[in-house]
Protein backbone atom coordinates (compact mmCIF):
# COMPACT_ATOMS: atom_id res chain seq x y z
CA UNK A 1 0.00 0.00 0.00
CA UNK A 2 1.47 3.40 -1.01
CA UNK A 3 1.67 6.45 1.72
CA UNK A 4 -1.19 8.72 1.79
CA UNK A 5 1.54 11.25 -0.52
CA UNK A 6 1.07 8.82 -3.14
CA UNK A 7 -2.41 9.25 -4.04
CA UNK A 8 -3.00 10.95 -7.04
CA UNK A 9 -6.27 12.69 -8.41
CA UNK A 10 -8.29 11.46 -11.30
CA UNK A 11 -11.18 14.39 -12.47
CA UNK A 12 -14.07 11.26 -13.72
CA UNK A 13 -16.99 12.65 -14.70
CA UNK A 14 -20.41 10.89 -14.59
CA UNK A 15 -24.45 11.34 -13.95
CA UNK A 16 -27.26 10.85 -14.48
CA UNK A 17 -25.40 13.11 -14.94
CA UNK A 18 -21.35 13.33 -15.07
CA UNK A 19 -19.83 12.64 -11.93
CA UNK A 20 -16.61 14.45 -10.81
CA UNK A 21 -14.66 11.86 -8.62
CA UNK A 22 -10.86 12.09 -7.77
CA UNK A 23 -9.94 8.37 -7.47
CA UNK A 24 -6.26 6.89 -6.34
CA UNK A 25 -3.92 4.88 -8.61
CA UNK A 26 -3.56 2.55 -5.71
CA UNK A 27 -5.41 -0.95 -6.92
CA UNK A 28 -6.35 0.57 -10.17
CA UNK A 29 -5.21 -2.56 -12.05
CA UNK A 30 -6.77 -5.02 -10.60
CA UNK A 31 -10.29 -3.28 -11.27
CA UNK A 32 -9.64 -1.73 -15.24
CA UNK A 33 -10.48 -4.99 -16.77
CA UNK A 34 -14.03 -4.92 -15.31
CA UNK A 35 -14.41 -1.64 -17.74
CA UNK A 36 -16.93 -2.18 -20.44
CA UNK A 37 -15.71 -0.83 -24.14
CA UNK A 38 -18.39 0.54 -26.65
CA UNK A 39 -17.23 1.37 -30.17
CA UNK A 40 -17.99 5.18 -30.95
CA UNK A 41 -14.82 6.55 -33.18
CA UNK A 42 -13.85 3.63 -35.47
CA UNK A 43 -16.47 4.69 -38.16
CA UNK A 44 -16.56 8.62 -37.62
CA UNK A 45 -15.47 10.88 -40.67
CA UNK A 46 -15.01 14.77 -41.55
CA UNK A 47 -14.41 15.58 -37.59
CA UNK A 48 -13.12 18.44 -36.39
CA UNK A 49 -9.06 19.17 -35.98
CA UNK A 50 -8.12 19.31 -32.37
CA UNK A 51 -6.31 22.31 -31.67
CA UNK A 52 -5.07 21.96 -28.36
CA UNK A 53 -4.01 19.60 -25.80
CA UNK A 54 -6.71 19.92 -23.87
CA UNK A 55 -9.57 17.05 -23.50
CA UNK A 56 -13.14 17.01 -24.62
CA UNK A 57 -14.87 14.25 -22.48
CA UNK A 58 -18.95 13.51 -23.49
CA UNK A 59 -20.33 12.19 -20.27
CA UNK A 60 -24.20 10.72 -20.83
CA UNK A 61 -26.15 9.21 -18.13
CA UNK A 62 -28.39 6.99 -19.53
CA UNK A 63 -31.53 6.01 -18.34
CA UNK A 64 -31.53 1.80 -18.51
CA UNK A 65 -32.38 0.09 -15.32
CA UNK A 66 -29.76 -2.76 -15.60
CA UNK A 67 -28.03 -3.17 -12.33
CA UNK A 68 -30.63 -2.29 -10.22
CA UNK A 69 -31.95 -4.70 -8.26
CA UNK A 70 -35.88 -5.01 -7.55
CA UNK A 71 -36.47 -3.37 -4.32
CA UNK A 72 -34.67 -0.32 -5.79
CA UNK A 73 -36.76 -0.12 -8.86
CA UNK A 74 -39.50 -0.23 -6.50
CA UNK A 75 -37.39 2.64 -4.61
CA UNK A 76 -37.49 4.66 -7.08
CA UNK A 77 -39.67 4.25 -9.27
CA UNK A 78 -39.02 4.04 -12.43
CA UNK A 79 -40.02 0.13 -14.10
CA UNK A 80 -38.27 -2.87 -14.90
CA UNK A 81 -35.14 -3.50 -16.29
CA UNK A 82 -36.03 -3.98 -19.72
CA UNK A 83 -34.85 -1.64 -22.18
CA UNK A 84 -35.79 -0.98 -25.31
CA UNK A 85 -33.45 -0.52 -28.54
CA UNK A 86 -32.13 3.10 -28.54
CA UNK A 87 -32.03 3.95 -25.25
CA UNK A 88 -32.68 7.30 -24.08
CA UNK A 89 -30.19 9.83 -22.79
CA UNK A 90 -31.31 11.00 -19.18
CA UNK A 91 -28.44 13.59 -19.40
CA UNK A 92 -25.23 15.08 -21.40
CA UNK A 93 -22.45 16.42 -20.10
CA UNK A 94 -19.61 17.90 -21.82
CA UNK A 95 -16.53 18.12 -19.82
CA UNK A 96 -13.55 20.22 -20.93
CA UNK A 97 -10.14 19.59 -18.97
CA UNK A 98 -7.36 21.90 -20.39
CA UNK A 99 -4.24 21.43 -21.83
CA UNK A 100 -2.61 22.29 -17.86
CA UNK A 101 -4.82 19.95 -16.52
CA UNK A 102 -5.98 22.30 -13.61
CA UNK A 103 -9.24 23.92 -15.00
CA UNK A 104 -12.26 21.74 -15.71
CA UNK A 105 -15.51 22.96 -17.30
CA UNK A 106 -18.85 21.29 -16.98
CA UNK A 107 -21.19 21.94 -19.56
CA UNK A 108 -24.67 20.65 -19.62
CA UNK A 109 -26.74 20.18 -23.17
CA UNK A 110 -30.46 20.61 -22.99
CA UNK A 111 -32.09 17.35 -24.24
CA UNK A 112 -34.45 18.85 -26.16
CA UNK A 113 -31.74 20.82 -28.00
CA UNK A 114 -32.59 21.68 -31.50
CA UNK A 115 -29.54 20.18 -33.83
CA UNK A 116 -29.56 18.66 -37.37
CA UNK A 117 -29.16 15.07 -37.21
CA UNK A 118 -26.32 13.84 -39.41
CA UNK A 119 -27.67 11.51 -42.51
CA UNK A 120 -27.61 7.90 -40.82
CA UNK A 121 -28.46 4.55 -41.29
CA UNK A 122 -31.33 3.59 -39.63
CA UNK A 123 -32.28 1.55 -36.20
CA UNK A 124 -33.48 -1.54 -39.19
CA UNK A 125 -29.90 -1.30 -40.03
CA UNK A 126 -30.63 -1.06 -43.34
CA UNK A 127 -32.16 1.72 -43.87
CA UNK A 128 -30.67 5.27 -44.75
CA UNK A 129 -31.82 7.96 -43.15
CA UNK A 130 -31.33 11.43 -44.32
CA UNK A 131 -30.00 14.95 -42.38
CA UNK A 132 -32.89 15.20 -40.36
CA UNK A 133 -33.70 18.77 -37.85
CA UNK A 134 -34.48 16.81 -34.56
CA UNK A 135 -33.75 17.32 -30.53
CA UNK A 136 -30.63 15.99 -29.84
CA UNK A 137 -31.89 13.37 -28.07
CA UNK A 138 -33.34 11.38 -30.55
CA UNK A 139 -29.34 11.44 -31.77
CA UNK A 140 -28.79 9.35 -28.96
CA UNK A 141 -31.74 7.40 -29.46
CA UNK A 142 -31.38 6.86 -33.46
CA UNK A 143 -27.45 6.14 -32.97
CA UNK A 144 -26.46 5.36 -29.69
CA UNK A 145 -22.92 7.55 -28.65
CA UNK A 146 -21.54 7.56 -32.38
CA UNK A 147 -24.45 9.42 -34.03
CA UNK A 148 -24.80 11.56 -30.55
CA UNK A 149 -20.97 12.83 -30.99
CA UNK A 150 -21.18 13.13 -34.91
CA UNK A 151 -23.92 15.48 -34.22
CA UNK A 152 -22.35 17.64 -31.32
CA UNK A 153 -19.05 17.85 -33.63
CA UNK A 154 -20.81 19.04 -36.64
CA UNK A 155 -22.95 21.34 -34.12
CA UNK A 156 -20.19 22.38 -32.38
CA UNK A 157 -16.77 21.83 -33.82
CA UNK A 158 -15.24 20.85 -31.12
CA UNK A 159 -13.64 17.42 -31.21
CA UNK A 160 -14.48 14.95 -28.45
CA UNK A 161 -11.81 12.94 -27.37
CA UNK A 162 -13.49 10.14 -25.49
CA UNK A 163 -17.05 8.67 -24.13
CA UNK A 164 -18.52 8.11 -20.99
CA UNK A 165 -21.43 6.69 -20.42
CA UNK A 166 -23.06 5.62 -16.96
CA UNK A 167 -26.45 3.84 -16.07
CA UNK A 168 -28.84 4.56 -12.48
CA UNK A 169 -26.60 1.93 -10.87
CA UNK A 170 -23.31 3.33 -11.88
CA UNK A 171 -24.34 6.59 -10.67
CA UNK A 172 -26.13 4.94 -7.56
CA UNK A 173 -23.14 2.93 -6.49
CA UNK A 174 -20.72 6.06 -6.91
CA UNK A 175 -22.88 8.11 -4.24
CA UNK A 176 -22.73 4.89 -2.10
CA UNK A 177 -18.84 4.76 -2.22
CA UNK A 178 -18.63 8.18 -1.35
CA UNK A 179 -20.97 7.46 1.72
CA UNK A 180 -23.85 9.91 0.48
CA UNK A 181 -23.44 13.12 -1.12
CA UNK A 182 -24.80 16.77 0.96
CA UNK A 183 -27.18 19.28 -0.93
CA UNK A 184 -28.63 22.08 -0.34
CA UNK A 185 -32.44 23.38 -1.22
CA UNK A 186 -33.97 26.63 -0.80
CA UNK A 187 -37.45 25.38 -1.23
CA UNK A 188 -39.33 21.92 -0.20
CA UNK A 189 -39.31 19.79 -2.53
CA UNK A 190 -42.33 17.71 -3.84
CA UNK A 191 -42.14 16.02 -7.17
CA UNK A 192 -44.63 13.56 -8.23
CA UNK A 193 -42.40 12.57 -11.34
CA UNK A 194 -39.66 11.78 -9.78
CA UNK A 195 -41.32 10.96 -6.20
CA UNK A 196 -38.35 12.86 -4.53
CA UNK A 197 -39.50 14.56 -0.95
CA UNK A 198 -37.54 17.31 0.27
CA UNK A 199 -38.01 19.78 3.06
CA UNK A 200 -35.63 22.90 2.74
CA UNK A 201 -32.48 22.78 3.76
CA UNK A 202 -29.07 20.49 3.79
CA UNK A 203 -29.97 17.20 3.23
CA UNK A 204 -27.32 14.07 2.92
CA UNK A 205 -28.73 11.51 -0.24
CA UNK A 206 -27.89 8.06 -0.91
CA UNK A 207 -27.83 6.75 -3.93
CA UNK A 208 -31.17 6.28 -4.50
CA UNK A 209 -31.95 9.52 -2.91
CA UNK A 210 -29.31 10.99 -5.50
CA UNK A 211 -30.88 9.81 -8.29
CA UNK A 212 -34.10 11.41 -7.74
CA UNK A 213 -32.38 14.27 -6.72
CA UNK A 214 -30.55 15.01 -10.04
CA UNK A 215 -33.75 13.59 -12.23
CA UNK A 216 -36.57 15.74 -10.74
CA UNK A 217 -38.19 18.37 -12.68
CA UNK A 218 -41.79 19.05 -11.88
CA UNK A 219 -41.72 20.82 -8.92
CA UNK A 220 -40.27 24.84 -9.77
CA UNK A 221 -41.98 25.26 -12.95
CA UNK A 222 -38.54 24.92 -14.26
CA UNK A 223 -38.05 21.99 -15.88
CA UNK A 224 -35.30 20.24 -17.67
CA UNK A 225 -33.51 24.13 -17.12
CA UNK A 226 -33.93 24.15 -13.28
CA UNK A 227 -33.15 20.03 -13.47
CA UNK A 228 -29.98 20.97 -15.35
CA UNK A 229 -28.89 23.27 -12.18
CA UNK A 230 -29.29 20.87 -10.02
CA UNK A 231 -27.00 18.76 -11.38
CA UNK A 232 -24.52 20.84 -12.24
CA UNK A 233 -24.29 21.74 -8.31
CA UNK A 234 -24.23 18.16 -7.58
CA UNK A 235 -21.55 17.40 -9.54
CA UNK A 236 -20.01 20.36 -7.35
CA UNK A 237 -20.68 18.26 -4.42
CA UNK A 238 -19.54 14.75 -5.35
CA UNK A 239 -16.16 16.48 -6.60
CA UNK A 240 -15.81 18.10 -3.49
CA UNK A 241 -16.43 15.00 -1.42
CA UNK A 242 -14.58 12.75 -3.67
CA UNK A 243 -11.36 15.51 -3.36
CA UNK A 244 -12.31 15.65 0.55
CA UNK A 245 -9.36 14.23 2.67
CA UNK A 246 -11.60 11.89 4.45
CA UNK A 247 -12.15 10.26 0.93
CA UNK A 248 -8.73 10.32 -0.48
CA UNK A 249 -6.24 9.18 2.68
CA UNK A 250 -9.06 6.16 2.98
CA UNK A 251 -7.49 3.48 1.36
CA UNK A 252 -10.93 1.56 1.80
CA UNK A 253 -13.28 4.13 0.74
CA UNK A 254 -10.83 5.24 -2.62
CA UNK A 255 -10.69 1.23 -3.60
CA UNK A 256 -14.61 0.49 -3.55
CA UNK A 257 -14.62 4.10 -5.39
CA UNK A 258 -12.49 2.68 -7.96
CA UNK A 259 -14.74 -0.17 -8.31
CA UNK A 260 -18.05 1.48 -8.16
CA UNK A 261 -16.85 3.72 -11.03
CA UNK A 262 -15.25 1.32 -13.04
CA UNK A 263 -17.84 -1.80 -12.84
CA UNK A 264 -20.63 0.37 -13.82
CA UNK A 265 -19.79 2.21 -16.82
CA UNK A 266 -19.02 2.18 -20.50
CA UNK A 267 -15.92 3.95 -21.75
CA UNK A 268 -15.24 4.43 -25.42
CA UNK A 269 -12.43 1.93 -27.22
CA UNK A 270 -9.49 4.26 -26.95
CA UNK A 271 -9.53 5.47 -23.34
CA UNK A 272 -6.98 2.86 -21.85
CA UNK A 273 -5.40 2.40 -18.89
CA UNK A 274 -2.88 4.13 -18.83
CA UNK A 275 -4.99 7.60 -19.80
CA UNK A 276 -6.66 7.14 -16.89
CA UNK A 277 -3.54 6.93 -14.74
CA UNK A 278 -1.66 9.73 -16.47
CA UNK A 279 -4.42 11.75 -16.33
CA UNK A 280 -4.72 11.25 -12.73
CA UNK A 281 -1.23 12.00 -12.39
CA UNK A 282 -1.61 14.95 -13.74
CA UNK A 283 -4.76 16.55 -12.50
CA UNK A 284 -3.53 16.89 -8.82
CA UNK A 285 -3.65 20.48 -9.15
CA UNK A 286 -7.70 20.65 -10.08
CA UNK A 287 -9.26 22.09 -7.35
CA UNK A 288 -12.96 22.67 -6.74
CA UNK A 289 -12.01 26.37 -7.21
CA UNK A 290 -11.48 25.72 -10.84
CA UNK A 291 -13.70 23.86 -11.70
CA UNK A 292 -17.06 25.37 -13.61
CA UNK A 293 -20.23 24.56 -14.15
CA UNK A 294 -22.49 25.86 -16.67
CA UNK A 295 -25.51 25.33 -19.29
CA UNK A 296 -25.04 25.81 -22.61
CA UNK A 297 -25.99 29.85 -23.65
CA UNK A 298 -29.27 29.69 -24.44
CA UNK A 299 -31.21 31.74 -27.11
CA UNK A 300 -34.51 30.44 -26.14
CA UNK A 301 -35.84 27.66 -23.80
CA UNK A 302 -39.44 27.14 -25.11
CA UNK A 303 -38.61 27.56 -28.78
CA UNK A 304 -41.40 25.59 -31.25
CA UNK A 305 -40.83 23.70 -34.54
CA UNK A 306 -43.54 21.95 -36.33
CA UNK A 307 -43.45 18.24 -36.24
CA UNK A 308 -41.31 18.49 -33.55
CA UNK A 309 -43.09 20.52 -30.36
CA UNK A 310 -41.16 22.44 -27.82
CA UNK A 311 -37.28 22.65 -28.71
CA UNK A 312 -34.43 24.68 -27.16
CA UNK A 313 -32.36 26.99 -29.27
CA UNK A 314 -28.61 28.19 -28.25
CA UNK A 315 -27.75 31.51 -28.16
CA UNK A 316 -26.71 32.18 -31.84
CA UNK A 317 -23.51 34.38 -30.90
CA UNK A 318 -22.44 33.10 -27.33
CA UNK A 319 -22.90 29.68 -28.06
CA UNK A 320 -20.60 29.76 -31.01
CA UNK A 321 -17.71 31.83 -28.66
CA UNK A 322 -18.06 29.41 -25.91
CA UNK A 323 -17.05 26.74 -27.90
CA UNK A 324 -14.55 28.35 -30.09
CA UNK A 325 -12.68 29.28 -26.61
CA UNK A 326 -13.16 25.56 -25.45
CA UNK A 327 -11.55 25.15 -29.07
CA UNK A 328 -8.55 26.89 -28.38
CA UNK A 329 -8.17 26.53 -24.63
CA UNK A 330 -8.74 29.69 -23.71
CA UNK A 331 -10.58 30.73 -20.44
CA UNK A 332 -14.14 30.82 -20.06
CA UNK A 333 -14.35 34.03 -17.67
CA UNK A 334 -12.86 36.84 -17.96
CA UNK A 335 -10.51 38.82 -15.51
CA UNK A 336 -10.07 42.42 -16.48
CA UNK A 337 -7.21 44.03 -15.12
CA UNK A 338 -7.78 47.80 -14.79
CA UNK A 339 -5.12 50.15 -16.13
CA UNK A 340 -2.61 51.64 -13.81
CA UNK A 341 -3.07 54.69 -12.04
CA UNK A 342 -0.43 57.82 -11.19
CA UNK A 343 -2.15 58.14 -7.66
CA UNK A 344 -0.81 56.47 -4.53
CA UNK A 345 -3.84 54.93 -3.42
CA UNK A 346 -4.78 51.26 -3.21
CA UNK A 347 -4.75 49.51 -6.79
CA UNK A 348 -8.22 48.67 -7.52
CA UNK A 349 -8.95 45.00 -7.87
CA UNK A 350 -9.68 43.36 -11.41
CA UNK A 351 -12.76 42.93 -12.31
CA UNK A 352 -14.61 39.41 -13.39
CA UNK A 353 -17.07 39.37 -16.69
CA UNK A 354 -18.73 35.84 -16.59
CA UNK A 355 -20.72 36.66 -19.61
CA UNK A 356 -21.50 32.56 -19.90
CA UNK A 357 -22.98 32.48 -15.93
CA UNK A 358 -20.69 30.15 -14.72
CA UNK A 359 -20.39 28.95 -10.86
CA UNK A 360 -17.28 27.29 -9.23
CA UNK A 361 -17.32 23.66 -7.37
CA UNK A 362 -16.35 25.55 -4.18
CA UNK A 363 -19.11 27.68 -4.43
CA UNK A 364 -21.90 28.22 -1.73
CA UNK A 365 -25.02 28.11 -2.75
CA UNK A 366 -27.14 27.79 0.27
CA UNK A 367 -25.49 29.89 2.80
CA UNK A 368 -25.67 27.29 5.66
CA UNK A 369 -22.82 24.70 4.07
CA UNK A 370 -19.29 25.95 4.48
CA UNK A 371 -16.91 24.15 1.99
Avoid at 3 to 30: C, D, E, H, N, Q
Avoid at 202 to 213: M, P, R, W
Avoid at 355 to 367: D, H, I, M, P, V
Amino acid sequence: MKSPKAIKYLTWTSIGIVLFASIAWVGLSRVTGAINRVSVFNNLINRPDKASSAVNYLVVGSDTREGLTAAELKLLRVGSTKTAAGARSDTMMLVHISKSRDNAVIISIPRDSLVTVPAHIGLDGKTQVPETQAKINAAFAWGGAPLLIQTIEAKTDLRIDHYVEVNFAGFKNVVDALGGIEVCTKKDINDPGSHLVLSAGVHTLNGIEALKYVRTRDFDGLGDIGRMQRQQQFVAAVFRKATSTGVLLNPFKVKNLISAVFKTVKTDETLSQGDIVNLAKQMKNLTPGKMRTMTIPLGTSNGYVSGLGSVVIWHETLAPELFDRLRNDTAVVDVVKPSPSSKKSASPSPSVIDKFKTSTASENLCGTVKY
